[in-house]
């Protein structure tokens, strides 16, 4: 690996495709998340009935 | 040299990769596979996505764990070939990050154990996350060579969460999967270790090996192989399992114990390969799983 220097022009394809992989990575998390806890809901609804 | 982080003065945003490497995914495998089978161990029924969720909760601490781990011990992963290629000591990734992580999957983690499972199982979750992180990672690990044998608390908590996520309530078996764990953990780490010795002694670990010798290192494997044997046949005599996992359990440990003599009495030279100690660590690792699996299949299909 190389050590870059604060010279080194700013690598902005590389800063804009980690963004949108994590941007997208939190959105399926947090859509994955909203249907898991909706489920648990609904376990738990019937498990109390 | 470690890439640097920053393009000038913009800092690159983490790339996810790294924040997976975090979590120690190899090690949650082994977490995740013990707790399911403490909770499919269970008596009862638990729903599927309950489990499921208690399950994800258990993964996401243990991740939370290695995290952290991660975290504070990054200038120690520097100094070793195993681990210097981590995100942290190779400068992929950015302490603060690394914590806000680690502390963010921890608080999560026990949130949804909380809300899938009951506020004894989540006890128990936030107990092992704190006891591996503070005990193990900060206090035990950098200053005595028993660190393995104490610490081996933090990794054997699995099942026994699996277990109370389902039921409630601890029970004699899940304690006694918790002391098998316990037990496995320094014959397994140490034959590590015996292999991996320069490398620690290289970070000032006072890993057994480095600090009371090889010999010192290979009878004690051994002396905690044959109690481990014991605590994991116990279950079968007392009545907790079936003849499936008893036979099982004599036959895996039979095996695991005549290992460790192989390790135990042997002397090595310069240049030594160390196969039967990759040997034993390798089936140490296969002895776990095989061993918790037949926990599971002699509670669904008893003989």
Redesign the interface.
Known sequence: MTEETPNEPFDEAEYRRRQRSRANMMAWMLGGLAILFFFITIAKMQIFS | ????L???E?A?????RDLFALTKPRVMSLVVFTALCGLLAAPGSV?P??A??SI?AIALGAGASGALNQWYEAGLDAKMKRTAGRPLP??RLDPQTALQFGVGLAAFSLFLML??SNWQATLLLAVSILFYVLVYTMWLKPRTPQNIVIGGAAGAFPPLIGWVAATGSIAPLPVMLFLLIFLWTPPHFWALALFMRSDYAAAGIPMMPVVAGEKSTRRQILFYAVIMAVGAIAPWPLGYTGALYGWTAVVLSAVFVALSVQVGTRTTGEGDMMRPEKRLFAYSIAYLFILFGAVVADHWWPL
């Open positions: 040299m470690a890439q640097s920053t393009h000038g913009t690159l945003p983490a790339d996810w729903p996505v309950l499921f969720s994800l190779a400068g809300f899938a």
